[in-house]
């Protein structure tokens, strides 16, 4: 098993940042590929990136490149989003998700996920 909790949403204003957080327990954190997915209000859930198990590979949806950076530091257990040049329809609760396979763009590929952290991107 791995816990997952997701931190750091918040209110910001379009154009600004914001790192969310997510913090692994359990199982050896190093073993999986971290993805971050985002579902907004009447929305299903979409990918938004996923890095691998050693931090050397990230891929994110066509949509997000170059806004959106995702890292991880294995010696704390944490995977982190970093999101820049925010707009309003970036607003969503935002996941993250474990996973043993690398480069799966589909939620049903994650076996573990956070609670979700809510962003709300005021225009």
């Known amino acids: 098993q791995v816990q997952l909790v997701d931190s750091g949403g918040g209110l910001v204003q379009a154009g600004g940042s914001l790192r969310l957080s997510c913090a692994a327990s359990?199982?050896?954190?190093?073993?999986?590929?971290m993805a971050w997915f985002r579902q907004a209000p009447g929305k299903e859930r979409e990918f938004v990136g996923v890095?691998?198990?050693?931090?050397?590979?990230?891929y994110y949806a066509d949509s997000l490149k170059g806004r959106f950076t995702i890292s991880r530091d294995n010696a704390k257990n944490t995977v982190y989003l970093q999101m820049n040049s925010l707009k309003s329809e970036d607003t969503a609760v935002y996941y993250c998700?474990?996973?043993?396979?690398?480069?799966?763009?589909?939620?049903?590929?994650?076996?573990?996920w956070g609670q979700g952290t809510q962003v709300t991107v005021s225009s």
């Open positions: 998700a474990a996973s043993t396979q690398y480069i799966l763009t589909s939620e049903r590929g994650y076996n573990y």
């Open positions: 890095i691998n198990w050693t931090g050397r590979s990230t």
């Open positions: 359990g199982r050896t954190f190093s073993n999986y590929a």
